[in-house]
């Protein structure tokens, strides 16, 4: 059979850049968490993008790592019917950091393109590979991984801090309020350095824990 001439892609929703704030490339982060629940982007609900999204931005906000079993410890993976079933979040036992970012996701499905690599060396290229492979899986994997809360993954004494602070906020929080704060004029890469920027507007002297508590409860 001859070789494919079909340039590597993957397919995207059109809300999750539309609604949450995704942008391409993924962060690390996000990355990281494809491969470890073994998932294309395609794969994972919006509602569970939103996730995501909220986590990096609560996390820049407040001066905290973005930290994978961070995250794991407030949520699980839910596997609907194999193979071709969409993949969402919901909170551990101990409880999720978010709402949902909507109630009612209808039809996203059907608003959605297609990431075409075109030209693009695996090897040169570092924003959607990494020594020559990729990121994240890129096409639909029939065999997701499954996880609930951190299970064998070890904590930091910084991680373990981090989760105890995170669990004393009032949760959950209002996933669309947490990625507003993303919408400043000041739209950096530099996440930590826009949100020191964006507190100073709203009034607060620097972006303690207490002052985006404060914000986020009214």
């Known amino acids: 059979m001859g070789k494919s001439t079909d340039p590597p892609h993957f397919y995207v929703f059109q809300c999750f850049f539309r609604d949450l704030g995704v942008f391409l490339p993924f962060t ?9 629940i073994n998932s294309a982007p395609c794969q994972l609900h919006p509602n569970s993008w939103g996730f995501l999204r909220a986590f990096q931005v609560l996390c820049s906000a407040l001066g905290i790592e973005v ?15 194999p193979p071709y079933d969409i993949l969402s979040l919901n909170g551990s036992r101990d ?31 570092e924003a959607f590979y990494f020594g020559g492979l990729s ?11 499954r996880f609930h809360g951190v299970g064998q993954l070890k904590l930091t004494t910084s991680e373990a801090a981090t989760i105890e602070s995170l669990a004393a906020l009032p949760r959950p929080l ?26 100073r507007l709203l009034g607060f002297v620097r972006s303690s824990f207490a002052d985006v508590l404060c914000f986020l409860c009214g």
């Open 174 to 199: 209002d996933c669309k309020l947490v990625l507003s704060l993303a919408n400043s004029a000041y739209k950096e890469r530099g996440l930590e350095s826009e949100y020191l920027v964006l507190f």
């Open 135 to 145: 990121k994240f899986p890129f096409y639909w994997c029939p065999k997701p991984s």
């Open 67 to 81: 930290s994978l079993p961070v995250f794991f410890h407030f949520y699980q993976l839910k596997i609907g019917v």
């Open 28 to 36: 690390q982060f996000e990355c990281n968490f494809l491969n470890f």
């Open 95 to 125: 409880g999720g950091l978010f709402t949902l970012y909507s109630q009612s996701y209808k039809n996203f499905k059907q608003e959605f393109f297609r990431v075409a690599l075109v030209d693009v060396d695996p090897l040169e290229d």
